[in-house]
């Protein structure tokens, strides 16, 4: 997840990155919720991201994660 993030980071001109949450949901999931202001390097493609972050657990590790772009 680390490297995907930093992936990511690499390739975006980041502005703006608001994180809420976390919002817990027994027994092992959370979700966070991201609003980015970010531009892409490659295009200078300038973007407004929304997401629901969606985390599994186990043994004190996250195993799964799943995103939900959010409309504009």
């Known amino acids: 997840m680390r490297g995907k993030r930093e992936d990511w980071a690499a390739n975006h ?17 959370f979700a966070v919720r991201f609003q980015a202001e970010v531009t892409q390097k490659a295009t200078g493609r300038q973007m407004i991201l929304s ?21 504009k």
């Open 13 to 29: 001109d980041i502005k703006r990155l608001d994180a809420d949450g976390p919002y817990v949901h027994p027994p092992n999931r």
């Open 51 to 71: 997401e629901i972050a969606l985390y599994t657990v186990e043994n004190g590790k996250i195993v799964h994660e799943e995103f939900f772009m959010l409309p």
